[in-house]
Structure formats: structure tokens, C-alpha cells
């Protein structure tokens, strides 16, 4: 695999991982996997919520896709690569920069990360299963976009 295919399938990897990330988020988080997304909505104790298996089930996803790739099929190596990134990036920015779930502060900078944190304040606004708006982790619709949608579930 060349360079340049092997670094187009980790940068595809990572926006088709936002997209199924999304998709995850909304259908199946608010939907059937409330049980371990709940504990996201809520104010939890200690370091870790019951939502943090959600990372340990697409990190043993990702170990596989890196084994199936050294094996047998080098672009599943990757695409496992790419995988991997997002789920640090959704580390950094999401559990990081705007739930501050590290041991110190960091005030987000610059109108790309101040509208991710928005948008999730948005999200978590609702904290039962239904009625959230914003599912993205590294992308963020418009915020009055957002707040329009919000209401309009409020109202029905």
C-alpha cells in the first residue's frame, strides 16, 4: 500500500468514524444502549461512568481490525489507524476540553472549539433519552440551529 493510500484511508477512516460515531450517538445511545449512556446525563462520582464502555467496545473493535490487518489484509491496518486517532481526538476534545474530565483545567480557545463545547452543552441539556439535539463528538451544526431544534422537541 503507497503512502498516499495508506494516509487517505486513516483520513477517511476518521471522518467515517464521526459519521458512524453520530449515528451510534443518536440511535443507539438514545435508544436501546441508554442503560450505559444514561450515566453520561447525570452527575457521577469517581473517574469513570458506566458510558466509558462504549470506548472499551470500539477499542477491542480497533485491536481486531489492526489484528485482521497485519494478517491478512494491510488496509484494515489503517483503517484501524484511523479508528484509533478518532478515538483519541474524541478523547482529547470531547472527554477532555469539554466535560473536563482531566485532573487539570483548560479553557477552550478559538470559534472551532468553543462551538463543539456549546453544542454539547446543548446536547446535555436534555437529560433524559429523548429530545437531545447535537450528536456529533468533532462536529458541531450551528448553534442557533441547534437551540431552534431544541426548543421545537421541548414544545412536542
Given at each position: 500500500m503507497?503512502?498516499?493510500?495508506?494516509?487517505l484511508t486513516v483520513i477517511f477512516a476518521v471522518i467515517g468514524m464521526e459519521i458512524f460515531a453520530w449515528a451510534i450517538h443518536?440511535?443507539?445511545m438514545h435508544g436501546p444502549?441508554?442503560?450505559?449512556h444514561e450515566s453520561h446525563h447525570t452527575e457521577t462520582k469517581?473517574?469513570?461512568e458506566t458510558n466509558d464502555l462504549y470506548a472499551v467496545v470500539f477499542s477491542v473493535f480497533a485491536a481486531g481490525l489492526f489484528i485482521v490487518g497485519s494478517l491478512w489484509w494491510t488496509p484494515l491496518w489503517f483503517?484501524?489507524?484511523?479508528l484509533t486517532v478518532y478515538g483519541l481526538l474524541y478523547g482529547f476534545v470531547h472527554d477532555?476540553?469539554?466535560?473536563?474530565?482531566?485532573?487539570?483545567?483548560?479553557?477552550t480557545r478559538g470559534f472551532y472549539m468553543k462551538r463543539l463545547v456549546q453544542?454539547?452543552?446543548?446536547?446535555?441539556?436534555?437529560?433524559?433519552?429523548?429530545?437531545?439535539?447535537?450528536?456529533?463528538?468533532?462536529w458541531a451544526e450551528d448553534i442557533r440551529k441547534l437551540k431552534v431544534k431544541l426548543k421545537s422537541a421541548a414544545d412536542q
Open positions: 503507497s503512502p498516499w493510500a495508506a494516509t443518536k440511535y443507539v444502549g441508554w442503560g450505559w469517581g473517574l469513570f483503517v484501524a489507524l484511523g477532555g476540553l469539554v466535560h473536563q474530565r482531566w485532573p487539570f483545567f483548560v479553557k453544542a454539547h452543552r446543548i446536547h446535555h441539556a436534555v437529560h433524559t433519552r429523548d429530545g437531545a439535539v447535537s450528536f456529533g463528538f468533532l
